[in-house]
């Protein structure tokens, strides 16, 4: 059974990063069929997926145009995490922030429990 | 972009009786290689991530009870409830992953009449 146990601050001042991990267990993040996910929800925007990192013979990543010049999705082999970096962040970057497995169909079947970040100073 | 519409936006319907969630994406995520539509549905009850029910359009998920079908291709799909429980009481959403971004529609808010 996969489980994606998330952590980090939930308060991030105006101007700073955004940072969030999100450890892996029942699967690995350089498994040849999995794509690991950040995805955020608030009332205003709804459910908006952010980018994305797997592994096919070499790493690439996937980033949503509307966070592509503030984001990074890094994978950490060593501890089997991956994590979320999201700079300059303002208050409409206030939301539920969840990491998510996507599997070899592209779906999203496993989902962390969610981390709310207020964006507030 | 891929823009997911959904309607209605919120649904009351009786114990027992069927519920229609319409979803439409603005282009086709019907891929024509391998006849699939690239089109998923889930469910979020509150204080709970969204769950996969429903992918390729109409395949239910592992363990998701069979009252949940779902149908469509190109750009108009529908989820549909048989026979509504009490434990189906959630908002449901569609999601393309046709291409990047990734894209959900806005959300239909079941609720029991």
């Known amino acids: 059974q996969v489980q994606l146990q998330q952590s980090g601050p939930g308060l991030v001042k105006p101007s700073q990063t955004l940072s969030l991990t999100c450890a892996i267990s029942g699967d690995s993040v350089s498994s040849n069929s999995a794509a690991w996910n950040w995805i955020r929800q608030s009332p205003s925007r709804g459910l908006e997926w952010l980018g994305r990192t797997y592994y096919r013979s070499k790493w690439y990543n996937d980033y949503a145009v509307s966070v592509k010049s503030r984001i990074t999705v890094n994978p950490d082999t060593s501890k089997n995490q991956f994590s979320l970096q999201l700079s300059s962040v303002t208050p409409e970057d206030t939301a539920v922030y969840y990491c998510v497995r996507g599997n070899s169909d592209w779906t999203f079947d496993y989902w962390g429990q969610g981390i709310l970040v207020t964006v507030s100073s | 972009d891929i823009v997911m519409t959904q309607s209605p936006d919120s649904l009351a319907v009786s114990l027992g009786e069927r519920a229609t969630i319409n979803c439409k994406s603005s282009?086709?995520?019907?891929?024509?290689?391998?006849?699939?539509?690239?089109l998923a549905w889930y469910q979020q009850k509150p204080g709970q991530p969204p769950k996969l029910l429903i992918y390729w359009a109409s395949t239910r998920e592992s363990g998701v009870p069979d009252r949940f079908g779902g149908s469509g291709s190109g750009t108009d799909f529908t989820l549909t409830i048989s026979s509504l429980q009490a434990e189906d009481v959630a908002v449901y959403y569609c999601?393309?992953?046709?291409?990047?971004?990734?894209?959900f529609g806005q959300g239909t808010k079941l609720e029991i009449k």
């Open positions: 282009q086709s995520v019907l891929d024509s290689s391998s006849n699939k539509n690239f």
């Open positions: 999601q393309q992953y046709y291409s990047t971004p990734y894209t």
